[in-house]
């Protein structure tokens, strides 16, 4: 980055904008056209030639089209896309949320929704009773996962499809967001805690 | 009665061939657009797992179209609402009838000309009804009750009149060239050679002409470049007011006017059914080969040229469309009345004068 002196700062509108004056060869437009429709028809032909070879079975590693053909062919999705979430476990297979409350505090749409509760074994201290995300409210901002002291909760599903056909079934519960977890690509399902909180 | 039995055969055949093509070209557009921007296009439509390529999508459309609410607006004009998209989609389909798609075919002491109808005027015959289409975007704007629909059909209005005149002009001199409006007769004259080797087609005869003839053309059938009568996102046009089968028709009667466009350049500009040195007995060629055909194989090799290049022009005005951006009204009225009328005007001049020196 250049440095930019705030101080002296001259915007020159006039100049910023730069109007670029048509000369006759643009002015008398068919030659521009031409050029055009030479660019079009280049990736027609182009494209053509590789879908008229894919019918004979030829040069299969050329796409052609840069598009996605999307329930079949799903987008690569980067290992750290904030997906659905999804409750950690401890080995045991119960929760590793010690219902602490941070996410629910910190959480800027107020979607997640925690019962606390005395946990059976003594050396536990807490651990919800039910825990609660409305993912319709969900904005994906990923400040629980930020605020969580345990791991407990990830955002790492690499789940992107939530939607439902109704709508109380958007809230999910702690059973849901413990058990279907698994998206393509994700980490498995009791991923040890990060290493800093072993 | 073999008569009328063969024009009811033709107008039939031509009918069908036009809506069917009509239908095909709705999908042409949408692969062929997809094709140029690195698309696949649209591929779901599917009948029981079956989906070739996207061709169940124009019936799907079709499908759709006849499901939804045929609406007309609470104080608009319901009979010409109605009235409206069938004038824009008549005209569109009546210009094919002065068109000859194939020479005359003999059977026996039969002869029958490949054209509906062989007007004198044909070549008026196509401007008239070319102009007719003005008053279904009109009236479809006027009848929706709505300032913006009325807009629509105003610019609408305006830029097809404009182009009306462009349209005409440019084709004057092809007229001073072949002396005729009768189209069969243009045709036939198209099959002559120049200085020996060069078919006559009107585009050699008359470059200029076709280079002021397409923009013209592609400006009445309000396509892009100039599609501001429809302007479908932003600046809303005459049709806004129309859902169901009548905006069907609307969308229909474009891809027919595509098609009969394209009949009209292959016609006046292009041989319509001649194909380079192929004569009624067969090809002979100018270097002084000679290779005889029957009959009926001649004949359709010339029908399948015309189509051939049918197809080629719907594909040029595909690719016309999906290319460039839309111009601003404007520029659109200044094209017209500035670059391309003076232009028309010194072809007819220049037009004159070679045919004054050549004779
Ligand atoms: S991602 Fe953001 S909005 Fe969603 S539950 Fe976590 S903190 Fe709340
Ligand atoms: S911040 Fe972590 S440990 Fe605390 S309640 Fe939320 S998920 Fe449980």
């Known amino acids: ?198 | 009665m073999l008569q009328t039995a063969i024009i009811l055969a033709k107008i039939w055949g031509v009918l069908l061939t036009l809506v069917s093509l009509a239908a095909i070209m709705t999908w042409v557009e949408r692969k062929q657009s997809a094709v140029m921007q690195d698309r696949l296009g649209a591929n779901r439509a599917d009948v029981l797992g079956l989906r070739i390529i996207g061709l169940f999508q124009p019936m799907a459309d079709g499908l759709k179209m006849f499901f939804k609410e045929d609406f007309v607006p609470a104080r608009g004009d319901k009979f010409l609402h109605t009235l409206a998209p069938m004038i824009a989609f008549f005209p569109a389909l009546l210009t094919f009838a002065v068109i000859p798609f194939g020479d005359v075919l003999r059977i026996g002491t039969l002869e029958i000309p490949l054209q509906i109808a062989n007007l004198n005027i044909g070549y008026l015959f196509i401007l008239a009804f070319g102009g007719l289409t003005i008053y279904g975007t009109v009236l479809a704007g006027w009848s929706s009750n709505n300032k913006y629909s009325l807009l629509g059909g105003l610019r609408a209005g305006a830029q097809m009149i404009s182009y009306e005149v462009v349209l005409g002009l440019s084709l004057v001199g092809l007229i001073m060239v072949f002396g005729t409006l009768q189209l069969d007769i243009m045709v036939k004259k198209q099959g002559e050679l120049l200085f020996g080797f060069l078919p006559a087609w009107g585009i050699f005869l008359q470059p200029l002409g076709f280079l002021l003839f397409l923009p013209s053309a592609i400006a009445e059938t309000k396509r892009v470049p100039f599609d501001l009568p429809e302007g479908e996102s932003e600046i809303i046009g005459y049709y806004t007011e129309y859902s169901g089968m009548r905006f069907g028709l609307f969308y229909f009667a474009e891809f027919i006017e595509i098609i009969v466009l394209s009949a009209i350049m292959a016609t006046l500009f292009f041989g319509g059914y001649q194909i380079p040195w192929l004569y009624a007995e067969g090809f002979q060629f100018p270097w002084g080969w000679e290779w005889n055909l029957p009959h009926l194989l001649v004949v359709i090799l010339q029908i399948g040229s015309f189509f051939a290049k049918i197809a080629f022009f719907c594909w040029l005005q595909v690719l016309i469309r999906w290319t460039l951006p839309r111009f601003r009204y404007d520029q659109l009225m200044r094209l017209c009345w500035v670059n391309i009328l003076p232009l028309a005007v010194l072809n007819i001049v220049l037009t004159g004068l070679v045919l004054m020196i050549l004779n």
């Open chain 1, 1 to 198: 980055m250049a440095n930019i002196d705030y101080n002296n700062l001259k915007t020159n509108y006039e100049t910023s904008v730069q109007k670029v004056e048509m000369g006759l060869w643009e002015k008398i437009y068919y030659p521009e056209v031409i050029r055009g429709l030479l660019l079009t028809t280049g990736h027609f032909v182009r494209n053509m030639t590789v879908h008229i070879a894919h019918v004979f079975g030829l040069a299969r590693n050329k796409r052609g089209a840069v598009t996605y053909q999307y329930p079949e062919e799903r987008r690569p999705i980067h290992r750290r896309y904030r997906g659905r979430h999804r409750l950690m476990k401890k080995p045991d297979g119960s929760e590793r949320c010690t219902a602490c409350m941070l996410c629910e505090t910190i959480c800027p749409t107020q979607c997640i929704s925690i019962i606390p509760q005395e946990h059976p074994d003594p050396a536990v201290e807490k651990h919800p009773a039910s825990y609660e995300i409305d993912i319709l409210r969900c904005c994906f901002c990923g400040y629980c996962v930020e605020a969580c002291p345990c791991d407990a909760i990830r955002m790492d599903t690499q789940k992107v499809e939530i939607a439902n056909w109704d709508r109380t079934r958007m809230v999910y519960d702690k059973e849901y967001l413990m058990t279907d977890i698994t998206g393509p690509g994700a980490p498995p399902e009791n991923d040890p805690p990060l290493w800093w909180l072993q």
